[in-house]
């Protein structure tokens, strides 16, 4: 198989999602990462008609890249108008871009419903548009609109539009799944026929219309596409693109495909993750490959199997493409969950000891009650302590009092919290604000506790999530509260349920807090370990 190149238009295709964009500034930080991992091609946007496209191709071009090429994106000239007098493609050559990529009607009843011109006025347009790039020196990149639903409809006509572009010099000719509704075998076949057809290079871009943009873009490169045009996360209009981040380790891992370019596979899910923070969209957990649940494992069986061999259950290993394993603490836990998860968070538990079938007893009641572990890891290490007995709180809380004060219509609440505790010998008693009661619970709690642990005043609360439930045993509805701190160095999710909001939230704090302490507890301990055994090598 020869080396697939990797195009990438989330710049361009993956704007015109609903509820994604970006500015310049943002566009240039995601083409310098798009180069750093390594895509061939990277398209930025429309030439014509974005002011603010054009100032992102002003200002890449002024970047020096590792590896990608950068392209401009625009169409074939008007009907019945010389190219030289035809505004687009003006403003195509204006963008700079030593790379071009227009399309072109493939289709007939676009041809005559649509442009509202002649099949052969069509033919034109794609010769002349292509011709006049190539003489001003650009890498032309052909994009057949509609390919595989105009060669449904005519294969001559098709053909006629493919032939027309490297009449006019085209580099590359992409053929598109435009309304992205076609089957695999459907892809295979014409892809097969153009292949055999044309002697320029043949690329494929597909929509996931019909869920199967991936699917499709793989059949492609077997049938002969040596280029495979998506978006990262698959962003795109309607259904979106093709998902490079799920094609790229399809390619390569399961086609042997090499890259001309692609760096490490091990990027891929940072590189997704970025993306989702860049365009602040929340991380689609189901993802394939990159999400946050791709390796992830709940059932005891399973898990059971996975800690035997990986393969069981992954079918690949996670690290290949930069994700990890992660065992889920829930109701259906074994006991190997739980000894997989205990030693993942670095608590020793024998197999066969008795605090095994405690933790999941103490598991089982909890989660009666409400609780969730899944989301707060740094809670069920908590309850492994006290399992084995080797908590101890840092505090004892005396009282807290949370005041939310609002003195009239249109004016904003106030909050207001008071915690009154005990450490060592010591009461400390303090009152702070903040933007709601839990913030200003939050607040206070931390304002008392700096005195005797400073590291305190670095935790962030990062997330906060609350849930109605409906617990098994229970009259009353509850609030399961879940939030995700952060010291700058690791971030650790905590739970905390009850009837009162306010209560959830105080037991997630102080999950959080102690998750801290005893963290930096460890820390400190290792390393005095280390100290201890200086002269011996690290294990
Ligand atoms: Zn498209």
Aim: net charge neutral; hydrophobic share 40%; charged share 25%.
């Amino acid at each position: 198989m020869n080396k697939i190149q990797l195009y990438d238009t989330t710049l361009r295709d993956g704007m015109q999602a609903e509820g994604i964009s970006l500015s310049v500034a943002g566009k240039l930080r995601l083409a310098q990462k798009l180069d750093e991992f390594g895509v061939d091609y990277i398209e930025g946007g429309f030439a014509a008609s974005n002011p603010k496209d054009m100032e992102f191709f002003a200002e890449i071009m002024k970047k020096s890249l590792k590896h990608s090429k950068i392209a401009a994106f625009g169409s074939t000239r008007r009907a019945n108008t010389p190219v030289g007098e035809d505004h687009g493609t003006r403003q195509l050559l204006a963008a700079g871009t030593p790379v071009t990529t227009i399309f072109g009607k493939s289709w007939r009843l676009h041809v005559t419903d649509v442009l509202r011109t002649t099949e052969q006025e069509n033919l034109a347009m794609i010769r002349d548009t292509v011709r006049c790039l190539k003489e001003n020196k650009r890498e032309v990149i052909y994009d057949a609109e509609h390919f595989f639903d105009g060669y449904k409809d005519s294969p001559e006509y098709a053909m006629r539009t493919l032939q027309a572009a490297l009449e006019g010099g085209a580099d590359a000719v992409v053929l598109c799944d435009t309304r992205g509704g076609s089957l695999p075998s459907e892809i295979f076949d014409i892809t097969s026929s153009v292949a055999r057809a044309v002697a320029a290079t043949v690329c494929i871009h597909c929509h996931n219309d019909a869920e199967l943009a991936v699917a499709n873009s793989l059949e492609a490169v077997r049938a002969g596409a040596s280029q495979v045009q998506g978006t990262i996360n698959g962003f795109g209009e309607r259904c979106g693109n093709a998902n490079l981040c799920a094609i790229i380790p399809g390619l390569k891992l399961k086609m042997g495909a090499g890259f001309a370019r692609c760096g490490s596979l091990k990027e891929l899910t940072s590189l997704s993750r970025f993306v989702d923070t860049l365009l602040n969209i929340a991380h689609d957990r189901r993802r394939a490959y990159v999400g946050e649940s791709a390796f992830a494992h709940k059932a005891g069986m399973h898990v059971n199997a996975v800690e035997k061999n990986p393969a069981s259950f992954e079918h690949i290993r996670p690290e290949e493409v930069g994700n990890e394993r992660r065992i889920l603490i829930s109701e259906l836990a074994g006991g190997s969950n739980v000894l997989l998860k205990a030693v993942q968070m670095g608590v020793e538990m024998d197999r066969r000891s008795p605090q095994v079938k405690e933790v999941l007893h103490h598991l089982e009641l909890l989660e009666k009650k409400g609780y969730e572990f899944e989301g707060a890891d740094a809670s069920f290490k908590i309850l492994i302590q006290k399992v084995l007995k080797k908590h101890r709180p840092f505090f004892d809380l005396l009282g807290f009092r949370v005041i939310v004060e609002k003195r009239g219509r249109g004016e904003p609440p106030r909050s207001e919290a008071i915690v009154k505790l005990k450490v060592g010998g010591e009461v400390e008693h303090r009152v702070a604000e903040g933007d709601g009661p839990v913030n200003a619970l939050d607040n206070a709690l931390r304002l008392a506790l700096t005195k005797f642990y400073p590291a305190v005043a670095k935790v962030a609360l990062t997330d906060y999530h609350v849930r109605i439930i409906d617990p098994k045993e229970a009259t009353a509805a509850k609030t399961r509260v879940v939030i995700e701190s952060s010291d700058g160095e690791d971030t650790w999710g905590t739970v905390g349920v009850s009837e009162n909001i306010i209560e959830a939230s105080w037991e997630a704090l102080v999950d959080s807090v102690e998750f801290k302490l005893f963290k930096d507890e460890e820390k400190a301990q290792r390393h005095k370990g280390t100290k201890a055994q200086s002269g011996k090598p690290e294990a």
